[in-house]
């Protein structure tokens, strides 16, 4: 089992739509990062939290310490937001590293 | 300003050959990060740098793999006697290495393919 699960693995909405992704962990975090990585492999990094929520535009990040969970939320989605979402956590055991959960591809549809 | 790059963007190379993977980071940023991203997944940890040290290389996959960060700046990314496997985007990042949890500022990859 991974450390970092992510879900759904692929997403399609209609623009406009809200979109949810979701993130949980199994290990004690210092962070948890979402980043977005448009094909061709560049990533952007959209947040780091370590509580409560974040806003950015039309992104907003949350996170549930105790239930190791985190959203990332995309209201009034475009197209130009198609990209894979990749939540990240930084372990409290070992903050030199990211770990990684798979990914999720979402495609935003006119 | 200049965000994270790397080079080349991409390599093509043959099973058995040296190659080298050069990551230029965001002047200032102390911490460094090598990450490996193959198709379909999620990138996994390689190798962290605080300034010319390598502070924690628990990801390298075995001995063929080595990286060096000789005056805490660029680094390069060294794989011998490629094999078929290694094939994958390799990512570099950096932070400015102040907190516990910095942002970390991703290059664009470098592809490498072993045939």
């Known amino acids: 089992k991974n450390e970092v699960e992510q879900s759904p693995q692929n997403l399609t909405a209609q623009e406009g739509e809200f979109i949810t992704i979701n993130c949980s962990y199994s290990v004690g975090i210092s962070a948890l990062h979402w980043l977005q990585q448009h094909p061709g492999g560049g990533i952007v990094s959209l947040f780091m939290?370590?509580?409560g929520k974040k806003k950015h535009g039309r992104l907003i990040a949350t996170i549930n310490i105790q239930e190791k969970h985190s959203s990332l939320h995309i209201t009034a989605s475009h197209p130009r937001d198609s990209a894979v979402y990749i939540c990240?956590?930084?372990?409290?055991?070992?903050?030199?590293?990211?770990?990684f959960g798979t990914g999720t591809r979402l495609q935003v549809f006119p | 300003g200049a965000g994270v790059s790397q080079t080349p963007s991409n390599k093509v190379t043959e099973k058995g050959k040296y190659v080298e993977l050069r990551c230029d980071p965001i002047s200032g940023h102390t911490a460094l990060y090598w990450y490996r991203q193959s198709l379909g997944q999620g990138p996994e940890f390689l190798i962290y740098?605080?300034?010319?040290?390598?502070?924690?290389d628990s990801g390298l996959p075995n001995d063929r793999f080595f990286a060096v960060r000789p005056e805490g700046s660029v680094s390069t990314l060294k794989i011998q006697r490629t094999e078929r496997g290694d094939s994958a985007v390799y990512l570099c990042?950096?932070?400015?290495?102040?907190?516990?949890?910095?942002?970390?500022?991703f290059g664009p990859g470098t592809r490498l393919t072993v045939l």
């Open positions: 990240a956590a930084t372990p409290r055991s070992n903050t030199d590293k990211l770990i």
């Open positions: 939290l370590s509580s």
């Open positions: 990042a950096s932070s400015l290495g102040l907190a516990e949890a910095d942002t970390q500022y």
């Open positions: 740098f605080q300034g010319t040290g390598a502070a924690d």
